[in-house]
């Protein structure tokens, strides 16, 4: 009886190994999540002993005895172990995944019915990060940067003025960035999509306000032009009044040492006489109006 459901699970064992083996199994996993890569759940009474390796320019390979009940891992990350125990299900843990973890394993299984092997490519996704701006002449432009794979753009409403440029990195993510003119459009607000395996994102942006944003150095300008135009005023007013008043100290009556009762007044008959000819003119060439203004 016993044999008889040995050789029933070495048959099972042998289709499940040939139609996973037949195929190729592919993760997906977005970066920063776990990834869990399977292979066949095994009795503890067959398994010899189970191996992960990954292939690399530093291979990478986990291992269980299960006679000596012993676990070894050689070159391989902290992030990388087992999901369960392994000799009842091998199945390969790495958390958190990124992108160095991207590659083919391959799991080897040892048991009395022979070898068997399972293959696995993971591959990890990373989001992209997604901005939308717009400069003064009412250009949108769509950003999805750092993505894997390349995320896709497109706008709302659509329009026939864009243009699209994509910028490869080296650690495999693509940055897209989309251009949209909305200069002669009737629409004040235009939509950025972006379509990822990792997200669907909407940015909304008001075109308006970019022009909008030079309305508020407009306003306070006038309050501005206002107080300066104020101090001014009173400048002016200032300096008038003075002008005004030096006008009228010089354009006043003459100083008494020089009119014509001074010369006739008999006590002063050793003043020098003044030429009734000389004008009024060459009275006040030595006048300066300063010091009428210093004594003002």
Same mark, same amino acid.
């Given at each position: ?9 070495a ?9 996973? /083996?037949?195929?190729?199994n592919i993760v ?12 066949a ?16 320019n530093? #291979? ?13 891992k ?8 087992w999901?369960y ?8 843990r ?6 160095s973890?991207? /590659? ?6 040892? #048991?009395?019915?022979?070898n068997?092997?399972?293959?696995s ?18 250009v ?6 750092a ?11 659509a ?6 440029e994509?910028?490869k ?9 989309? +251009? ?6 009737t629409?004040?607000?235009?939509t950025?999509?972006?379509?990822h ?6 940015l ?12 508020y ?6 309050? #501005?032009?206002?107080?300066?135009s &104020?101090?001014g ?18 354009? &006043?009556?003459p ?14 008959k050793?003043t ?9 003119e060459n009275? +006040?060439?030595n006048? /300066?109006? /300063? ?6």
């Open positions: 009886m016993a044999q008889t459901w040995s050789v029933l699970a048959l099972l064992f042998l289709i499940f190994s040939l139609v996973e /083996g037949s195929a190729y997906n996993v977005e970066a920063g999540h776990e990834a869990v890569l399977t292979c759940s095994v009795s503890k009474l067959y398994l010899i002993m189970v191996t992960w390796e990954k292939k690399s530093a #291979s990478c390979s986990l291992a269980y005895r299960n006679d000596l009940n012993e676990t070894r050689l070159n391989c990350s902290e992030r990388m172990m999901k125990t392994p000799d009842r299900d091998p199945a390969l790495i958390y958190p995944v990124n992108l973890d991207e /590659g083919n394993y391959t799991c080897e299984i040892a #048991s009395d019915m022979g068997f092997h399972f293959s490519s993971l591959s990890v996704i990373v989001p992209p990060t997604v901005t939308l701006t717009s400069d003064k002449s009412r949108a432009v769509c950003q999805a940067a993505g894997k794979p390349a995320a896709k753009i497109s706008w709302i409403p329009s026939n003025n864009s243009s699209e994509e910028f990195h080296g650690n495999g993510t693509v940055t897209r960035v989309s +251009y949209i003119g909305w200069v002669n459009s629409h004040t607000t235009v950025c999509l972006v379509t395996p990792a997200l669907n994102q909407n909304s942006l008001d075109l308006s306000y970019s022009s909008s944003r030079l309305h150095p407009l306003v306070a300008l006038p309050a #501005s032009v206002a107080a300066m &104020g101090v005023v009173l400048l002016c007013l200032i300096f008038t009044f003075r002008a005004f008043r030096l006008r009228k100290l010089a354009h &006043g009556p100083v008494p040492v020089a009119t014509e009762n001074f010369r006739s007044t008999p006590s002063h050793n020098p006489e003044v030429n009734p000819h000389v004008s009024e009275i +006040y060439q006048y /300066g109006a /300063g010091n009428k203004f210093m004594n003002y």
